[in-house]
């Protein structure tokens, strides 16, 4: 079983506070959904968790393991996968080089094809001739043909169509259910509640709510007060 888990993290930008003492907690084959309105701090804690920038100060465990002094390098070898906002690939290559980019030695392709089998038929197009949810799937194949066991992803669903959306949320879905703790920062707030297990939401960099998806999205007069400052859980 996986725990990950952050504590009282903090993190600047450009010397000013951008995420404010976060507690979040994600578990195997748990969802934990984050949502908030753009500025929220969002991707900062995301980036924050893989690396990419440092915390000012905190705890990220990942089971016993403590990584807010690692590189993000070493962050990923411990187990924690991060899927951008953009659908980075690349395009001159096909679709299976670029799964194979981040593909270990000792691991394959089967995973990643079994979460979406729509990228076998598509294995020899080369990805800048993919459409954008085709893309998106391309993107999180590859964060996880290394058999993570951590995934944060960041707003997947940007610019596609509701039913490519719907496609993608069963499919993280799927991850969960196979064992692996999801961080899941996404925009659409019904879907992803729809598939979580516990949800957070940010607002100016602190945790407003912290508690069941099933519960919030029953309540949806609620989460917009939360969005707005009306409201604290």
């Known amino acids: 079983m996986t725990t990950f888990s952050i504590k009282g993290l903090h993190v600047d930008r450009a010397s000013i506070p951008v995420i404010r003492g976060i507690d979040l907690q994600a578990g195997s084959g748990e969802i934990s959904v984050v949502l908030g309105s753009n500025g929220a701090g969002k991707t900062t804690m995301l980036e924050s968790l893989s690396g990419i920038i440092p915390a000012k100060s905190g705890s990220i465990a990942l089971d016993d393991r403590q990584l807010l002094k690692l590189r993000a390098g070493a962050r990923a070898k411990a187990g924690l996968s991060h899927v951008e906002q953009g659908r980075t690939v690349f395009s001159e290559m096909t679709t299976e080089e ?9 691991a394959d392709l089967k995973e990643a094809y079994d979460l979406f089998p729509e990228l076998l038929q598509r294995r020899d197009v080369k990805a800048g001739m993919l459409s954008g949810g085709e893309q998106q799937m391309v993107v999180i194949a590859r964060s996880i043909v290394n058999r993570p066991r951590v995934i944060m992803i960041d707003e997947m669903s940007s610019g596609l169509a509701p039913v490519i959306v719907s496609r993608l949320m069963r499919a993280v879905r ?11 920062v996404e925009q659409f707030a019904a879907l992803a509640l ?9 607002r100016r960099g602190q945790v407003v709510y912290d508690g069941g998806c099933e519960a919030l999205a029953k309540d949806p007069a609620h989460l917009h007060k939360l969005y707005l400052g009306d409201a604290a859980a």
Do not use: E, F, S, T
């Not at 799927?174 to 899941?184: E, F, K, P, S, W």
């Open 98 to 106: 670029n799964l194979k980019v981040a593909l270990h030695p000792d």
């Open 194 to 202: 729809a598939i979580g297990n516990r949800a957070y939401v940010l």
């Open 174 to 184: 799927q991850l969960a259910d196979d064992g692996m703790a999801v961080v899941l």
